[in-house]
């Protein structure tokens, strides 16, 4: 990492507000662009209704441009938005604040649940990028900083960000647990964290990662150290809030666990999952292994970013994207083990950083990683716009 903070000035949040507002404005409008034009680049599939939410149908041109991330998850995201939770049905696998912010939004805006979740996930993504470009920079460089936002932006599953799910807003309120815990201001690190694991239950690892940052920036003498573990554990809150909703109003306090099984997940080892894997990606009893080999090749990217940079990292930061990584590898749907992770693996930020920061070294070629992941994503776009199974 770079010389410390205290050695030269110290940053400010809104420092990088050119290079994130010129970084965000070009990734949007590009996909703008590019969901005009995706309609027919592909055979479309057929799409996938949810209970009480009709998917959109295919639109070409300007018409669909608004509608073209409707797709897959992002519909249970504004049913829930719209009529809330029903028992039974699947909907309760979906943490609650994305759509209920989108809620609050579309009442806001006269009822438009569609326009409300995407505003709510774009002006996360745009604070995602300010938050990580300021964290970074006390971390590493502004240079750094600079790469890691367009690596981040560009990344191949990077619509995500940009359409109506929860990605968005969880990378922002981790961003800024993290951020609130290295300035010390626990409390707010505290609410940044609940809220981040009532927006995905994947927040979770973010609680052992604080009380590892608790540990780490604790000096003897100044200031108490169990306040600040406390602080940590407090993440905990947001998923224990969830349940307990469950339990309050049906009955059933498990029923977001119980969810699961509509998605056929099952518990394995971590490296058993990644053995499947890569033998489907390879074409193991697989006619056609085209869905394995974007997982394995997206998921393969974090994956090596995060082992590559174990000795980059400070242990909060590797704590948090090795439990990212662990969770959803520990719970697979088996006939397709990755599933979801493209998506899952874009919000370990400290992935990008290493990706960065060995770019800024002249490790990896900048240009090669630029052109990949734009290729990437523009190719999943597409994909994903057309009723592909990329979610």
Do not use: K
């Amino acid at each position: 990492m770079s010389e410390p903070e205290t050695q030269r000035a110290r940053p400010r949040l809104l420092d990088g507000l050119w290079p994130c507002l010129i970084t965000f404005l070009a990734v949007r409008i590009g996909l703008l662009v590019l969901s005009a034009l995706a309609v027919g680049l592909f055979p479309a599939r057929d799409a996938v209704n949810v209970p009480g939410w009709i998917a959109p149908p295919l639109a070409h041109g300007w018409h669909g441009i608004f509608s073209a991330f409707e797709r897959q998850d992002a519909l249970w995201f504004l049913r829930i938005a719209t009529t809330g939770y029903v028992p039974g049905d699947g909907s309760a696998a979906f943490f609650p604040l994305f759509p209920l912010v989108a809620r609050v939004v579309s009442f806001l805006a006269g009822g438009r649940p569609l326009l409300a979740a995407i505003a709510v996930s774009n002006a996360s993504f745009f604070g995602s990028l300010l938050v990580l470009y300021d964290l970074t920079v006390r971390e590493f460089s502004a240079p750094v900083a600079r790469r890691t936002i367009l690596y981040l932006a560009i990344f191949p599953t990077a619509f995500f960000f940009f359409a109506p799910y929860s990605e968005s807003l969880f990378l922002l309120l981790s961003l800024v647990a993290f951020r609130e815990a290295r300035g010390d201001r626990w409390a707010t690190a505290a609410i940044a964290g609940a809220l981040a694991a009532l927006t995905r239950s994947i927040g979770i690892v973010l609680a052992p990662a604080l009380i590892v940052m608790a540990f780490e920036r604790h000096r003897p003498g100044v200031g108490d150290l169990w306040p600040r573990v406390v602080a940590g554990a407090a993440v905990l809150v947001g998923p224990l809030a969830y349940l307990g909703w469950w339990l309050i109003a049906h009955g059933d306090a498990l029923a977001p666990i119980h969810a699961q099984a509509n998605w056929q997940r099952e518990a394995a080892f971590p490296i058993l999952t990644l053995w499947n894997a890569l033998s489907f990606a390879m074409g193991d009893g697989i006619q056609d292994p085209a869905y394995w080999i974007i997982d394995a090749l997206v998921v393969g990217v974090v994956i090596v970013a995060v082992v590559a940079g174990w000795r980059r990292l400070s242990p909060p930061y590797l704590v948090y994207a090795v439990g990212s990584l662990l969770l959803p590898l520990s719970y697979p749907f088996p006939p397709r083990p990755l599933l979801s992770m493209p998506r899952f693996v874009a919000v370990i930020f400290p992935a990008f950083w290493v990706m960065a920061d060995a770019s800024e070294r002249r490790r990896i070629p900048h240009s090669a990683v630029v052109a990949t992941f734009a290729a990437g994503l523009g190719l999943l776009t597409v994909l994903f716009v057309n009723w592909w199974y990329i979610f």
